[in-house]
Every structure is written in structure tokens, then in C-alpha cells.
């Protein structure tokens, strides 16, 4: 059995821990303590509810996929995060962490952001409870997702470019992290993903659950029994996990997909669980990718969000315990299920989330006319530029 | 006794605390870092710690980023580093510290790392993002080999965390000046005498103190040595000088005996 037994000590088996400057260690003491106590508080709960239903929109509808599932014959299921305010799921996790922060005492948050989408929730958190803002964002991920940082700077936040390195979300990380050094007295990191020093991973595994309580409920309530798999996209993991979570202990069987790029052959793809070794970056021993002498390298995904080079140590734990089966898709192959869900069901799925979608075309034979839930983490119209010059369309 | 030990003790005899120059190695190539250790020695450091560059070093301002490109895109790797460390052991004789990130020992295995570290002349590591609690397996391994693991300790730090990291630590502690990252200030950190009381309370035994981070003018170190440290480090301000002559080695070379001989200077307190 799985849930709640980890992480042990800040870790998760051999993966995890707190691989940070010392400066940092007492906030993520304090971080952790502040969590778990008020994680029992039953008046916070009850608030972040609250939030979570009248403010945010929650619970997110399971959509039955008529037109998609004739297409794939497979009886698919979307677990529609993408109508999720703010248009993905990272809501759910940027509401937590900022209650926490502010009942913590900080004043101000930062934020690091790939495509945007965690950045957008963390503004729109922070414009809603009063906090400032900063948001880390690498200039690469800034010129293909110019619509959220525009969105992010309507929201109040100040969007600071990262010019370092790759120019994209790790590099952002890294300048979130430096910021909260320099900072930790006022400012709270509110992280995006499960990944980063404990307690990152246990803290946005627990705020994103939420995704998979729900679609428990409600496939139960529509089909009468649990699905026989669910499939979604794989970055840092926070999505997967969040649905994927409360169901390790039932018979279900779990897909969690990743960046190929153009091919794990070449060195652009963003998959290090399939094709990356064990590895610390960002505070966490996981999987990365890294030359042999640990240098990391530079990642490729025509999907911001997914352009990373490590994950959350939960998923390298579930990948050696062989829980979740880890595999990839091309960009090519996720631009063209882009298409196809815009086409047979009218939703703009966000290229990330398309990753998801893509695989039903590479699910194992046995799951022909079985019931197939996918984690539609998010829309697509912030990739609406991205998909069109990827098809060779002048905009 | 360590290399590092025995020096703090022959400069306490001395009466003068302990000058700390940090360059990165392969910066801004291979071949320069040898001559580099050899004028800083010259000048008067008393120990040289030689970055060993990481693509990803969240503890570096933007001073020690650009040096960690400049010598990654030199061709600057783990096997390259150690074969330079032999290289400049030749002919240099103070303590040669290793600085680099948890990522690239982990990788290269740590009990290797450590025997690579002890076979090339390397006297002790620091790991910025290996805190304490993490680093029980590295300081076992570097023990066996006579390498130190020189923990760090920040104005963040409670005195339980420094008493563990004090219990823990070789050679001696580095006490971090401020909230941040590395980098070249203007003005000391006010928190900095605070930080070395609070050591000297805490320590069972006598753990030399080392101040790191913004130091970066001969008046600094003096007042890091006059608030009772033993030690200052000074990095960005060196690698500065590296950053501006790239071009033309001579001017650098002396312009950095110049500059670490005045630093030197002021640890004679």
C-alpha cells in the first residue's frame, strides 16, 4: 500500500531530501512546520474549500469524450482542469501555498514559470490575498508564451526575465531559488510542481489531490466502478500526481507521459525519466538529465511546461517500484493530437496536456473498449501561436 | 593534522588571519588556471579554493555564473579538473579546497570523488547545496581519504543548527556574511560579527572560522579578521579581475598579485 506512506523524513525511499544552501534550511523547517499544522486545522481546510469551490470553480467537470473515444476505441474520460480558473490546474496548488504564506506572516511571493500557467495562478493568488508578486520566467519561454506574461502583468505582478543558462524553467528555478536566499525573511517560494527540496513534493502532491479525489467520485458515479487507467503528462509532475494519487491502491493501471521532443535518440527531448539517470538539481535527488560528469543539459519541448530536465522524486520512486509506467510522444505527435481533440470535441487542450491525449494512440492493445481517463491539465489557447507555426501557418 | 588545520594553527601562532582566494577553475581556460593558482599563492593566499563549475550553481551571483560558463564552455569537466589540480600541486604548496555542487560528486560516485580529490592534491571540499543533514555519507567517505568537508553556516542559522553543523564540519566552518548569494558588495553585512560570536559560543572544540560571500576590499577583511574570524574569503572580487582581462594574461596575472597581495596585507591585523 501506498498513500500517505511517503515521503519518510523528506524522503521518498532513496529520492527527495534537501539538497539546498544552508540559508534555506531554517525556511524549510519552518516551511514544513507551518504545513503539517495546518493541514490538521480544520478552519484553514474549511477556507481553502471554500476557495477552492467559489473562487477557483472546483469541482472540475469528467467530461465523457463521445467523438474522441469513437476515434481512439477506448471509452475516454477528460478530467477537465483546463476550466479550472486561470485555464490549468495549477490553481489548486497556488491557493494552498499562498494562504499558507500569508498565514505565515510573508508579505511577498515569487514564483518561478514555464509556460506561464503557474506564474498566472501564483499572480492571480496574490492579487486576490495582497501579496507582491515577482515571477521568474526564462526569455526563451517569455517570446513563445507572450500572452501569459502579458496576463501575468495585468494581474499586478512584476514578470522578471531570466537570461542565464537555457533560458527556461530550470533556469528560472534557479533564479527563484537565489531570490528566496536573498529574501527568506519576507518572501515565501511558492514552487509549481512536485519537485524542489522537501517539503515541495509532499506540500503540492497534497494541494493537487483534489484532482483525483474528484474524478474517484465522480467516474464512480458514472460508470459504476474505477477506471483501467489514466493517463497524463508529465513536467515536474504535479498533475499526474494530483490525479493520479488516490487511486496507487486500487487496480488501476497509470500512464504518466513525457516530453519527447524530437526523439529520445536525439539530445531534444525534456524525458528524464525515460531516458535520464539519477541525479540532485533543484534540491531533490530524482531522475535527470545530465552528461557523465552531471553537468545537466539542455532540454527540448515545443510545450514550455514540460521543458525540464528532472521531475519529482515521487514519480522516480513510482517509476523504480514500476506503480506507474513512464513513456513519451513527440512534439509532432502532440500537435497533431492538439488537432484532434479541437477537432472531434471542440476543446483547445494546452499543448502539455496534449502529450496526454497523444498516447491513446500508443496505449497497449488490452485496453481496447476499456474505460481511459485523461488529465486535461489545461487549455490551449496560450499555445494557439505556437501550434501554428509549428503547422507551417503565417499568423 | 590536516593541511588546512596546520595552517590555521601556523597562522594563529602568527598572529594573522587566513586569506581565502577563490577562483574557478578553467577560467577563463585549462591552461591559465596553473598559472593563476601560482600568483594567487605568490600573493599570499594562504589557502586557494578552486571551483570545480556546475551548469546549475543556485548559491553563485552572477559574477561566479558567468566564470562557471566561461570555463564549461573551456572544455572545464571533473576529469579535466582533477588532472589540473595535479598539475598545479606541482608547484604549489598551500591547502587546495574543491568547491563545487552535490550533482557532479554524486555522479562521479562520492567515494571516488574523494579518492580523486585525496590522489590529486585536493585538502578539502565544500558543497554549497549539501546541508548538514544530507551530509553524512560524503564526510565518512572524504574522512577515509584525509579530505575535510567544509560545512557551511549562514545568518539564517539557529544555534542548535550550528552546533550540529560545528560538530560536523573539518578544517573549519564557513560562515556565510549574509542573506544571498555570492557576489561582490559594497558594505559588510552587519550580521557578520553576530555569526562568528555565535560560533565561537557554540563550538565544543576549536573550529577555525572562515567569512565568505560579499567580501570583497581589503577593508573587509579586516574587519572580518578584527571581529574575531579567522579567516576571509574573497571570490567575486578576484574573478572580477579574470572577467576583465581576459584578453591579455600578463595584465591579469598582475593586476590579481596586486590586488590579493593587499588583501593579504590585511589580514596582519
Redesign the interface.
Known sequence: MYIDKFPVKGRFNGFGGQFVPETLMPALEELEKAYLKLKKNEKFRQKLDRYLREYAGRPTPLYFAERLSEHAGMKVYLKREDLLMTGAHKLNNTLGQALLAKHMGKTRVIAETGAGQHGVATATVAAMLGLKCDIYMGTVDMERQRLNVFRMRLLGARVIPVKSGTRTLKDAVNEALRDWTANVKTTHYLLGSVVGPHPYPMMVRDFQRVIGKETKEQIIKAEGRLPDAIIACVGGGSNAIGIFYDFLDDPVELFGIEAEGRGLKTCMHAAPLCAGSEGVLHGSHTYVMQDKFGQILPTHSISAGLDYPGVGPEHALMKLRGRVRYDSVTDEEAIEAFKLLSETEGILPALESAHAIAYLKKMPRKFRDRLIVINLSGRGDKDVEVAAKATGVEM | MSRIAAKFEELRRKNEGALIAFVTAGDPTISATPKIAKTLEDAGADIIELGLP??????D?PTI?AAAERA?KSDM???AYFATIKKIRKTVKVPLVCLTY???????GVGRFMKDCRESGIDGVII???????AKEVIEKADDNNVDVI????????EE?MKR?LDSTRGFVYL?SL???TGARKKLSRTVRDMINLAKKSAKKNVPTAVGFGISSSKHVREVIESGADGAIVGSAIVDIIAKNIVNEKKMLRDMHNFVAKLKDATRT
Do not use: W
Open positions: 556546475f551548469s546549475d550553481p543556485i548559491a551571483g555564473q564549461l569537466n571533473t576529469d552535490f550533482n557532479l560528486v554524486l555522479k562521479r554549497p547545496d549539501l546541508p548538514v543533514e544530507e560545512l557551511l553556516a549562514a545568518p539564517t542559522t539557529t543548527r553543523i556565510v542573506l544571498g548569494v
